[in-house]
T-cell receptor, first 108, second 115 residues
Framework: GQNIDQPTEMTATEGAIVQINCTYQ??????LFWYQQHAGEAPTFLSY????GLEEKGRFSSFLSRSKGYSYLLLKELQMKDSASYLC?????????FGTGTRLQVFP | KAGVTQTPRYLIKTRGQQVTLSCSPI?????VSWYQQTPGQGLQFLFE???????NKGNFPGRFSGRQFSNSRSEMNVSTLELGDSALYLC??????????????FGPGTRLTVL
């Protein structure tokens, strides 16, 4: 079967660092996406990993290990506006498969 | 470029009715995917259309159908609505090549409530 696991909820403090993990088991792998979704809004693209390693983009970084079926999204210098759901999605054999998302709450 | 647009944004229907949702992709994008999002299930893939043909399909009953027109605009139809069909329906477009970094751009969604 195909499965993507993420923690349901996380909390963190403004200015801190948070790591959101994602493990996956899919038939086929053509890359892994991270999306951010604020309440009541559409998901927006954050990052894409297809090779092992770390991709850094400003305050956000994403890591991938294909052999372990594992990725994480690292958010640094957290801001209140980072409170949102973070969706891990694997580009499988023929479609994009989403995890249920991690709801992150940032407190002052 | 204009983003992905979806109409209507909100819809209230009763059980047994049918509904048609519309999606206009980003200009030049040939792939349109539809997703159902509910609090408990997250984003569930419905189907993908590419060049007017259904390319992929998720695990939804036949009451859910779609089509794509020659201008890449897509419609999704749900017949014989059930209470459990209440959800946010998201449309996403991408350039459409197979595999690779086919980043999907999402529309604002249609919030469907079935009473």
């Amino acid at each position: 079967g195909q499965n993507i696991d993420q923690p349901t909820e996380m909390t963190a403090t403004e200015g801190a660092i948070v790591q959101i993990n994602c493990t996956y088991q899919t038939s086929g792998f053509n890359g892994l996406f991270w999306y951010q979704q604020h309440a009541g809004e559409a998901p927006t693209f954050l990052s894409y990993n297809v090779l092992d390693g770390l991709e850094e983009k400003g305050r956000f970084s994403s890591f991938l290990s294909r052999s372990k079926g594992y990725s994480y999204l690292l958010l640094k210098e957290l801001q209140m506006k980072d409170s949102a759901s973070y969706l891990c999605a694997v580009n499988g054999t023929d479609k994009l498969i989403f995890g249920t998302g991690t709801r992150l709450q940032v407190f002052p | 470029k204009a983003g992905v647009t979806q109409t209507p944004r909100y819809l209230i229907k009763t059980r047994g009715q049918q509904v048609t949702l519309s999606c206009s992709p980003i200009s030049g994008h040939r792939s349109v995917s539809w997703y159902q999002q509910t609090p408990g299930q997250g984003l569930q893939f419905l189907f993908e259309y590419f060049s007017e043909t259904q390319r992929n399909k998720g695990n939804f009953p036949g009451r859910f159908s779609g089509r794509q027109f020659s201008n890449s605009r897509s419609e999704m139809n749900v017949s014989t609505l059930e209470l459990g069909d209440s959800a946010l329906y998201l449309c996403a477009s991408s350039p459409g090549g197979s595999g690779g970094d086919n980043e999907q751009f999402f529309g604002p969604g249609t919030r469907l409530t079935v009473l």
